[in-house]
């Protein structure tokens, strides 16, 4: 294979169309003398490329391919560049600051409501706890009442 068909099969190359598809700006289109089978990667100049010939072998020939920084002749600049802001009037700035305020007080409504509904549960649980206590100690005195009425009966029929 010589170096100028070597040449030609670099630009057949996936990776070379790739490179070349990212670095250029434009797909040109090239319908012209198309060849069933054959991809045509000739999607920007590879004139930045250089092969160098290492060595022939048996199994074939051996090619360094050094590929140099693209170049655009003419082409378009791509920079990213963001738009510019327009600075805010006082109105927009003032409807901020109300909304902000707004949501302040909202989230301030909501944690106090909050609050109130843990205090509310509190006093329910402590409620709770103590009519227990209370009944606890009730029947308590009501098995007390009982116990001693039965002494009572008891010691009635023994003494009559």
Sequence with gaps: MTLAAYREKMRELPLVSLFCSCILPKHRDTTTDKK?????LNLCNIRDMEVIELSKRASGQAFEVILKPPTFDG???LRATTPPRQKP???EIQKKLDAAQERRKCHEAELLKHLAERREHEREVAQKALTKERQGQRQMHLNASQEWLQEEDKHSVEVS
Excluded at 36 to 40: A, K, L, N, S
Aim: no cysteine; hydrophobic share 25%.
């Design 36 to 40: 069933e089978g054959v991809v045509d």
């Design 75 to 77: 082409g378009p600049e």
């Design 89 to 91: 009037s006082l109105e």
